[in-house]
T-cell receptor, first 117, second 109 residues
Framework: GAVVSQHPSRVICKSGTSVKIECRSL??????MFWYRQFPKKSLMLMAT?????????EQGVEKDKFLINHASLTLSTLTVTSAHPEDSSFYIC?????????????FGEGSWLTVV | GQNIDQPTEMTATEGAIVQINCTYQ??????LFWYQQHAGEAPTFLSY????GLEEKGRFSSFLSRSKGYSYLLLKELQMKDSASYLC??????????FGAGTQVVVTP
């Protein structure tokens, strides 16, 4: 079964509204989670590192006020796309490590398709 | 910083072998992953290399040379279902991944 669960899998929202995407680690505690976005036919681009109990670390060029990340517990990180615009339409996916980055212990969520109309 | 290069697309016939190369530059190496991704789906783990050499897992093998900043993914006995994007990614010690642009493999009958 899924080790990292992401919800919703698909969401359509109106331009100007906000959308929240959840990423949960199901059977392990994740002090760090990662958020990526992927445009059609492009690779995954790291957006930010979500740190439990502290501020997220954003990659260069990613607007932290637009993509709000909250990591309030050891099993949940949320990404909120605020004031969404059509250009925010993308595939968003999270990942988590069960322990310090070894081997195949990086787990991805199922991904969330966001369409802004 | 990091730089990861892999070919954009490769085409091969069913039953054949395809080798996807990945070259990289990084200031600190903590491991290299290969993922398979079908359109619209999450990446699927294929292999992880942290030491030099060849890792074999069924039809898929991955090779790493840290001194050359080079890895390859070898797909044997290609099947139609292997048509997908293959992503080379470097990791830090905490699980952060930096992906290459991906190689789209097209398997033809």
């Amino acid at each position: 079964g899924a080790v990292v669960s992401q919800h919703p899998s698909r969401v359509i929202c109106k331009s100007g509204t906000s959308v929240k995407i959840e990423c949960r680690s199901l059977d392990f505690q994740a002090t760090t989670m990662f958020w990526y976005r992927q445009f059609p036919k492009k690779s995954l681009m790291l957006m930010a590192t979500s740190n439990e109990g502290s501020k997220a670390t954003y990659e260069q060029g990613v607007e932290k006020d637009k993509f709000l990340i909250n990591h309030a517990s050891l099993t949940l990180s949320t990404l909120t796309v605020t004031s969404a615009h059509p250009e925010d339409s993308s595939f968003y996916i999270c990942s988590a490590s069960s322990h310090r980055g070894a081997g195949n212990t990086i787990y991805f969520g199922e991904g969330s398709w966001l369409t802004v109309v | 910083g990091q730089n990861i290069d892999q070919p954009t697309e490769m085409t091969a016939t069913e039953g054949a072998i395809v080798q996807i190369n990945c070259t990289y530059q990084t200031s600190g190496f903590n491991g290299l992953f290969w993922y398979q991704q079908h359109a619209g789906e999450a990446p699927t783990f294929l292999s992880y290399n942290v030491l030099d050499g060849l890792e074999e897992k069924g039809r898929f093998s991955s090779f790493l040379s840290r001194s050359k900043g080079y890895s390859y993914l070898l797909l044997k006995e290609l099947q139609m279902k292997d048509s997908a994007s293959y992503l080379c990614a470097l990791t830090d010690s905490w699980g952060k991944l930096q992906f290459g642009a991906g190689t789209q493999v097209v398997v033809t009958p």
